[in-house]
C-alpha cells in the first residue's frame, strides 16, 4: 500500500533553516511528482510546489520563491523540502503528496504532516 | 497565480441536509478542480478530481459539478462525519487551494 512517512516535529529559529523529508513506499517513485502543502494553525492550504521524481522538474508557489527548494533521492526514495529565512508565520504543519509525474495535480496519497514551529 | 475564491466560508447545517459549496476561479480552469475534506490533526483526504470524477471509496452522496470558472461540491445528505472544513484545488495552471468552507453543525 502507498505510504508517505515524514519526518518528525522541528522548533527554529527566525532566519534559521528546515528540511522536511517524506520516505515514500508501496509505488514506483520515479513514475509519480510529489507535492508539499501546508496549513498554518486556524488557516487555509496553501500549496508550496511540486517536484517531478521522474525528472527533477519544480513548480514552486510565487509566495515562496527564492525560499525553497525541493529535491527527491530516487535511491531512497524520498522526498525532501527545505525553507530557508523561516519567519514565525512560517509556523504550521507541512505536507507531502504523491502528486502526478509531469506536473502537479490532484493527490490522493497523503504524509502524516510534520510541525514547523518557528519561535524565538 | 490562479486565486480560488470559496463560499461560504462557514455553513451550518443539520444531519439530513443537502448541502452545497461553490469555488469560483479567477480565470478559466477548465475542468481541472478537485475537492479535499480536511479535518484537524489529520492529512487532507481527496474527495472528487476533475470536477466530478470521486475518488475511489468516497461515499456517493458527494457530488461535484461545473466547468471554467464556477464550480460546486454537493453533499446530499449530510452524515454525522462530513462535519469537516472542504476545500477546492485548482491544477490548471501549477496549483492554488480556495480558502475553505467549514461545515459545522446547526
Known amino acids: 500500500q502507498v505510504q508517505l512517512v515524514q519526518s518528525g516535529a522541528e522548533v527554529k529559529k527566525p532566519g534559521a533553516s528546515v528540511k522536511v523529508s517524506c520516505k515514500a513506499s508501496?509505488?514506483?517513485?520515479?513514475?509519480?511528482?510529489v507535492s508539499w502543502v501546508r496549513q498554518a494553525p486556524g488557516q487555509g492550504l496553501e500549496w508550496m510546489g511540486w517536484?517531478?521524481?521522474?525528472?527533477?522538474?519544480?513548480n514552486y508557489a510565487q509566495s515562496l520563491q527564492g525560499r525553497v527548494t525541493m529535491t527527491t533521492d530516487t535511491s531512497t526514495t524520498t522526498a525532501y523540502m527545505e525553507l530557508r529565512n523561516l519567519r514565525s508565520d512560517d509556523t504550521a504543519v507541512y505536507y507531502c503528496?504523491?502528486?502526478?509525474?509531469?506536473?502537479?495535480?490532484?493527490?490522493?496519497?497523503w504524509g502524516q504532516g510534520t510541525l514547523v514551529t518557528v519561535s524565538p | 497565480d490562479i486565486q480560488m475564491t470559496q463560499s461560504p466560508s462557514t455553513l451550518s447545517a443539520s444531519v439530513g441536509d443537502r448541502v452545497t459549496i461553490t469555488c469560483r476561479a479567477s480565470q478559466s480552469i477548465s475542468t481541472w478542480l478537485a475537492w479535499y475534506q480536511k479535518k484537524p490533526g489529520k492529512a487532507p483526504k481527496l474527495l472528487i478530481y476533475k470536477v466530478s470524477n470521486l475518488e475511489s471509496g468516497v461515499p456517493s452522496r458527494f457530488s461535484g459539478s461545473g466547468s471554467g470558472t464556477e464550480f460546486t461540491l454537493t453533499i446530499s445528505s449530510l452524515q454525522p462525519d462530513d462535519f469537516a472544513t472542504y476545500f477546492c484545488q485548482q491544477y490548471n495552471s501549477y496549483s492554488t487551494f480556495g480558502g475553505g468552507t467549514k461545515v459545522e453543525i446547526k
Open positions: 503528496a504523491v502528486d502526478c509525474r509531469d506536473s502537479p495535480c490532484y493527490t490522493g496519497y
Open positions: 517536484i517531478s521524481a521522474h525528472n527533477g522538474n519544480t
Open positions: 508501496g509505488y514506483t517513485f520515479s513514475s509519480y511528482g
